[in-house]
């Protein structure tokens, strides 16, 4: 007698990313309460589950949902608005006065859910946030049911959001608290950088995340200026600075991580920390090549993240891990360094075992959360396809992308979001456009 089940996934092929290498063809993927129950051979799904829905995807590759590791979602709203500027003329003289001026719950709530919009639409399933007003942002994650670790952000100036470093530290435990109990939010630490955080707030940083165990996602060696700064007003680099402090360790989220010398990289290998690597904002700031292969030579978790839209300007994965992978090649030398497999593993699984999420997502597994997404690679500039994961990241994009599901429940069908009224988001996004230009 057949089990029933809510949903059986039946793709031409299947990547689980775990176990690593895996191409699974004319294979099918059994989901109940938004769990996944089995991978299994098509031909003997039917005979084994009764499933209450079928998604029949004959020309698709079904792979994890893509996790990024690093952004600043409501800054969707402020995409494009100040190009071709290095980083700190692009924050100080552009992007921290629109922010002063205009930042509310509503500007977060109204950009994040824009930026939800855009990378369901992309098969990003999950996105880990460094912004102001947390609970808003978890409004707009939840009113399309994706999934969000929102960062508890922490700088030592004021903003519309928070006074100081222990008002964003109350506010955030706040909002965590509320939300606790929400099956698809969780939170981290988010200390914006070194230079922008005190060593008293480090340290209560590292004792908090120590006590609540939460990861500590922080901006780090972005730019050689950073590290000339450190150096003159604390005698060290920012890493060796947060050693010091106490914040290295397995929840270290080491963002960007473009200017690190051989005894740094082997540091973070030492004390497992992660790092979310960001091409394209990386090559856009001019801010430099991370050394993502000896990274990923010393075992270094690493993960991608697309950073906001202002400095992207895409929330877009498929670009990411082809800009990692091409960047990674061009600047090691070596052509065979990071192949398609290793770049989809750091767009899922990679970025899950950041946030410590690699139990319920990255990989599609028995006992995982049902978060997948389908590519389909039948299209005239996807053809002929002989192996569908470099197709992943050399040929095919978002546009691409056909279904998506979080947590077993189909969020994109044929490419358009379900419960989400694209007209009035919109007209809203025009709405702040106008402000923003007024």
């Not at 099918?28 to 029949?56: C, F, H, M, W």
């Not at 994650?141 to 670790?149: D, F, I, P, T, Y």
């Not at 400095?311 to 600047?331: C, I, P, T, W, Y």
Request: net charge negative.
């Amino acid at each position: 007698m057949s089990e029933p089940i809510d949903l059986l996934i039946e793709p031409r092929w299947l990547i689980p990313v775990e176990p690593h290498g895996v191409v699974l063809e004319d294979h099918a993927v059994a989901v109940s309460a938004g769990n996944i129950v089995d991978i299994l051979p098509a031909k003997e799904a039917l005979g084994r589950y009764q499933p209450a829905q079928r998604a029949t995807l004959p020309q698709q590759v079904l792979i994890p949902g893509l996790v990024n590791l690093h952004t600043h979602a409501a800054m969707a709203l402020l995409r494009g608005i100040a190009d071709d500027l290095p980083l700190m003329d692009w924050l100080k003289t552009r992007i921290w006065p629109a922010e002063a001026k205009h930042v509310s719950a509503a500007f977060v709530r109204d950009g994040t859910l824009l930026a939800c919009a855009e990378m369901l639409r992309g098969g990003i399933t999950c996105f880990n946030d460094m912004y102001f007003f947390p609970e808003a942002a978890a409004e707009a994650a939840q009113s399309l049911g994706m999934r969000a670790v929102l960062g508890m952000v922490i700088i030592e100036f004021p903003t519309a959001y928070a006074t100081d470093a222990d008002d964003y530290i109350s506010k955030g435990l706040a909002v965590r608290d509320r939300l606790r109990g929400e099956p698809l939010i969780s939170f981290c630490m988010a200390p914006h950088a070194p230079y922008t955080v005190a060593d008293k707030t480090f340290e209560r940083i590292a004792t908090l995340s120590a006590q609540l165990d939460l990861p500590i996602h922080v901006h780090l060696h972005e730019t050689s200026g950073e590290i000339g700064q450190s150096l003159a007003q604390h005698g060290t680099r920012p890493l060796d600075r947060l050693q010091r402090l106490g914040l290295l360790g397995p929840g270290l989220i080491g963002v960007h991580a473009v200017h690190l010398d051989e005894p740094e990289i082997a540091l973070l290998a030492e004390n497992n920390c992660a790092v979310a690597h960001c091409p394209t904002s990386n090559m856009k700031l001019a801010s430099g090549a991370a050394p993502i292969a000896k990274l990923s030579k010393q075992g270094v978790r690493i993960g991608l993240g697309t950073d906001g839209a202002a400095s992207n300007n895409r929330l877009d994965l498929f670009q990411e891990m082809r800009h990692a992978g091409l960047l990674a090649k061009v600047s090691s030398g070596d052509a065979a360094v990071l192949n398609a497999h290793e770049l989809l593993r750091m767009a899922t699984l990679g970025g899950a075992s950041a946030v410590g999420l690699d139990d319920r997502i990255g990989s599609i597994q028995a006992g995982k959360a049902a978060d997948v997404c389908a590519i389909r690679l039948d299209a005239l500039e996807t053809s002929p396809c002989f192996d569908p994961a470099s197709h992943l990241v050399y040929t095919a994009g978002r546009e691409h992308v056909t279904h998506v599901w979080v947590n077993g429940v189909l969020q994109v069908e044929n490419g358009l979001l379900r419960g989400c009224d694209t007209a009035r988001l919109l007209d809203t996004v025009n709405l702040w456009q106008n402000k923003l230009t007024a």
